[in-house]
């Protein structure tokens, strides 16, 4: 039987006790889970299509695939992406998660996935019996283990960072892993969420991939920027061979998005006023949380994009993460602790603009009132 970690959020227990002490309640900025309404379009449209009785397509209906290619087109500079080599998913997480066993890795594998990342990366390689080896530097891998490496996993906006890769630093891991016959995932699923970085280049951008998709894909989610996140509502979209054989291996898994669900995702690919407006409201807690955090004593790194700021003490003598998570529990607020997310989170907490506008300002009101740098216990 495979023998997987604990789930690391089983571990907030204890913080989540502390942080419902509060008087004025626990402010919520930890999973990053959406709390905002879902769009009355794309309600409609599920509520349209719920009676199916028949079974669902795996690849999707025309429609959801002609219109997640056009979003392409419109929103990521994704001109001629055949509708074909585009494939709805049943969440990303999924897709993450058991990409490496579709793509038939093995233990001789490697999978590369950066440093500070989302932990699922990890687990991927771990299902398939793969290795993972966490890096930010592929380009310095001696070339018995390029050789192994068959998947590189790139995460733009990054997850908890908010990094952002420009075209060319996408474009040289494009570059090295053709030559070594690796496949580009891409977990771009917070692109449209950017605050200081004038673009969010895609891997199937023209600039980054040379007008080709070959081995590149790029996964995409609507849970953040549409309030979609109960819906599992995602894709994944590039190199027309690798889609039509993951195509292939679902049908014979089961695992196809419910006929509802897909009409209710073409709904949200084809609005963009919806997201608009939803980044509106992100853009304007993240200006009421941001100085918070600082005026307390904490440094925000990266976090140009994405919903989450990317947190560290500024003290003299750092506070590691769990001292930090300890303190912000103290104050009513669970935030979620950099080392869920690999060892080069340690000392990092990772902070969601996911809560109530009400809630927003209840932390940032705690925040202020304890002002100055945050150190240990």
């Given amino acids: 039987m495979l023998k997987l970690p604990d789930y690391p959020w089983d571990a907030m227990g204890p913080y989540r006790e502390l942080a419902q002490q509060h008087a004025d309640g626990t402010v919520n900025l930890s999973i990053g889970t959406p709390v905002d309404s879902t769009p009355q379009v794309i309600r409609t449209a599920l509520t349209e299509a719920a009676d199916a009785p028949g079974y669902p397509t795996t690849h999707g209906t025309a429609s959801l695939r ?11 500079n994704v001109p001629h992406l055949h509708p074909d080599a585009v494939m709805p998913t049943i969440g990303s997480k999924e897709l993450v998660a058991w990409l490496p066993t579709l793509l038939g890795l ?20 771990v299902l398939a019996g793969a290795e993972g080896l966490p890096t930010d530097d592929i380009h310095s891998l001696d070339a ?30 494009v570059e090295l892993a053709r030559r070594s016959g690796a496949v580009v995932a891409s977990d771009e699923c917070y692109a449209e969420l950017a605050w ?21 894909l790029s996964v995409y989610s609507v849970s953040k920027q549409s309030n979609l996140a109960g819906y599992r509502a995602a894709f994944v979209a590039g190199c027309q061979e690798l889609i039509t054989n993951l195509v292939n291996t679902r049908k014979h898994a089961g ?22 407006e939803q980044r509106e ?23 140009e994009a994405g919903l989450y700021l990317w947190c560290r003490d500024s003290a003299p003598a750092p506070a590691d993460t769990w001292g930090l998570v300890q303190r912000m529990a103290e104050q009513g607020i669970l935030v979620g ?17 996911t809560a109530s506008d009400e809630r927003i300002q209840a932390a940032a009101d705690r925040l202020s009132s ?7 216990s």
């Fill in 255 to 276: 695992m196809i998005m419910p006929a509802p669900v897909q009409a209710a995702l073409t709904a949200a690919v084809s609005d963009d006023t919806h997201v608009s």
């Fill in 144 to 173: 018995e283990i390029l050789s192994r490496v068959k998947l590189i996993w790139l995460n733009s906006p990054g997850n908890p960072t908010g990094e952002v890769l420009d075209s060319a630093r996408l474009a040289s891991v």
């Fill in 370 to 376: 304890s002002s100055g740098p945050v150190v240990p």
């Fill in 337 to 353: 602790p950099g080392v869920f997310y690999g060892a080069a989170g340690q000392g990092y907490i990772r902070v969601a603009l």
């Fill in 196 to 216: 200081e970085s004038a673009e969010v280049p895609s891997i199937l951008d023209p600039r980054v991939c040379g007008g080709s998709h070959r081995d590149l």
């Fill in 66 to 76: 002609q219109a997640i290619a056009d979003w392409y087109a419109r929103r990521r």
């Fill in 106 to 125: 093995s233990a001789e594998d490697i999978v590369v996935y950066p440093r500070i990342a989302y932990p699922t990366y990890e687990m991927g390689a």
């Fill in 281 to 303: 409201v992100y853009r304007r807690r993240r200006a009421v949380l941001r100085p918070a955090l600082e005026a307390s004593g904490l440094m925000v790194e990266h976090s």
